[in-house]
C-alpha cells in the first residue's frame, strides 16, 4: 500500500482523509495530543485493521473521536451530569471521558467492554474529518505498539509507511502527551491515565478524584486494571531507561561514574551545562513542564535513531502536567529509578 501524506491546510484534505474513513481505510490524524491513527469507530473490520498495522493487543480498547459534545448521545447511555460539566469547560481539547456504551459500538471497538472511551480532539481538521465522515473515528496513538507515541506527521510516516492509506499532517502536537483519561461509571470519577488536563483541573471541577493505583505504580502481571492499555510496557525506546531521581548535581556525579561508550543522557535543558560531556539531550525545562510534554516522545524517539543503548534520564516532579509527564517516563523505564545518593553531591 502507498502511504500517502496530505498537509492539513490544502484544500480537500478533510474531505479526501473523511472518504478512506468512510470506505474503511485507515488515516494518520493530527490532534493537539499526540498523532492518531483513525478509522471508522463504528465499522468493526475497519477497526480490526487498526490494531493489525499497530500490533496492538486486541485487549487494549481505543478512544472514539466525536466533533463535538451533544454526538455522546449516539455512543453513550446514562451519561452523568458531571460528563456535560466536563465537556463544556474542557472539550474540545485533551481529556477522554469513559462512559456507558451503546449497542451500535462494536465490540472489537471497547475491546468487549460495556464502557467506551471518548474525546472531542482541538484540532479543526480532525474535527472537520469527523463531521464529514459522519461516524466518530476510532484512533489509538498511531505508532507501533509499545514504542514512543508519534507527535509529528515524519514520526507516523517512520512506523506506518505502507500500513495506512493516508497521513494528515497538522504540524507539531501542541501538547505531546496523550489525553487525560477519567472513568465516570463508578461512583467517584477516577483518574485512569494523567495528560494535558491536569488532575487539580478536575478535582477542582467534580469536588472529588480518585487516582487509580495503575497511573504511577508498577503493575502485576495477571492484574485486573481499568484501563487495560496500562499494564502494557509504552512509550519506550530500544534501549533500556533509567531515571535518576534526586539533585541535579547528584544526578551529574552519579552518570560520570556510570557513563559508558553507547549511554545517552535526557535532562532537562537547565542541567545541559551539568551533563556537556555526556552530549545532552534536553526535551524541555524543569521550570515549564508543559514543554517537557510536548519534547519527550520526540526525545525517546531520538534515541532509537542514534542506537542508545542505555538512557539516564531526569524526571519532573509534582503535579500538573509535570504528573503526567512522570506516568509516561516511568512507563518507558519499565519503573526502573535510581534515587541518586545525597552524598554524590560534590
Ligand atoms: P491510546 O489510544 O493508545 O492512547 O490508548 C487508549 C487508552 O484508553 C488505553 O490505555 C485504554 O486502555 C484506555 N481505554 C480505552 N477505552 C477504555 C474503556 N472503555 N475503559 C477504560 N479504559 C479505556
Ligand atoms: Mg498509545
Not at 92 to 109: E, F, H
Not at 148 to 168: F, N, R, Y
Not at 312 to 320: D, K, S, T
Amino acid at each position: 500500500m502507498k502511504t500517502e501524506v496530505l498537509p492539513a491546510s490544502a484544500p480537500g484534505t478533510a474531505a479526501r482523509a473523511a472518504e478512506v474513513i468512510r470506505s474503511g481505510g485507515l488515516v494518520g490524524i493530527p490532534t493537539e495530543t499526540v498523532y492518531g491513527l483513525g478509522a471508522n469507530g463504528l465499522d468493526a473490520e475497519a477497526v480490526l485493521k487498526i490494531f493489525e498495522a499497530k500490533g496492538r493487543p486486541q485487549d487494549n480498547p481505543l478512544i472514539l473521536h466525536i466533533s463535538a459534545a451533544d454526538e455522546l448521545n449516539q455512543i453513550c447511555h446514562d451519561i452523568p451530569d458531571a460528563a456535560w460539566v466536563l465537556a463544556e469547560r474542557f472539550w474540545p481539547g485533551p481529556l477522554t471521558m469513559v462512559l456507558p456504551c451503546r449497542a451500535i459500538v462494536p465490540r472489537r471497538t471497547t475491546a468487549g467492554l460495556d464502557t467506551v472511551a471518548v474525546r472531542c480532539p482541538a484540532s479543526d481538521v480532525t474535527r472537520e474529518i469527523i463531521r464529514a465522515a459522519g461516524v466518530p473515528i476510532a484512533a489509538p496513538s498511531a505508532n507501533t505498539s509499545g514504542k514512543p507515541s508519534p507527535t509529528t506527521a515524519a514520526h507516523v510516516l517512520h512506523d506506518m509507511d505502507g500500513k495506512i492509506d493516508l497521513i494528515v499532517d497538522g504540524g507539531a502536537c501542541r501538547v505531546g502527551v496523550e489525553s487525560t483519561i477519567v472513568d465516570l461509571t463508578g461512583d467517584t470519577p477516577r483518574l485512569l491515565r494523567p495528560g494535558g488536563v491536569t488532575p487539580e483541573e478536575l478535582e477542582a471541577l467534580l469536588g472529588s478524584l480518585v487516582v487509580d493505583p495503575a497511573v504511577l505504580g508498577e503493575i502485576a502481571p495477571n492484574a485486573v486494571v481499568r484501563a487495560p492499555g496500562m499494564k502494557y510496557k509504552h512509550y519506550a525506546p530500544a534501549g533500556e531507561v533509567t531515571i535518576l531521581s534526586g539533585p541535579s548535581e547528584a544526578a551529574a556525579v552519579f552518570v560520570r561514574r556510570h557513563f559508558s561508550p553507547g549511554d545517552a543522557v535526557l535532562c532537562f535543558s537547565e542541567e545541559l551545562p551539568l551533563f556537556a560531556d555526556f552530549n545532552p539531550t534536553a526535551y524541555g525545562s524543569e521550570s515549564a513542564p508543559e514543554t517537557l510534554a510536548r519534547g519527550l516522545f520526540s526525545a525517546l524517539r531520538g534515541f532509537d535513531d542514534t542506537g542508545a543503548r542505555h538512557i539516564f534520564a531526569r524526571c519532573p516532579e509534582g503535579g500538573g502536567v509535570a504528573y503526567a509527564v512522570q506516568n509516561r517516563l516511568k512507563k518507558a523505564a519499565g519503573f526502573h529509578i535510581i534515587t541518586v545518593p545525597e552524598e554524590d553531591t560534590p
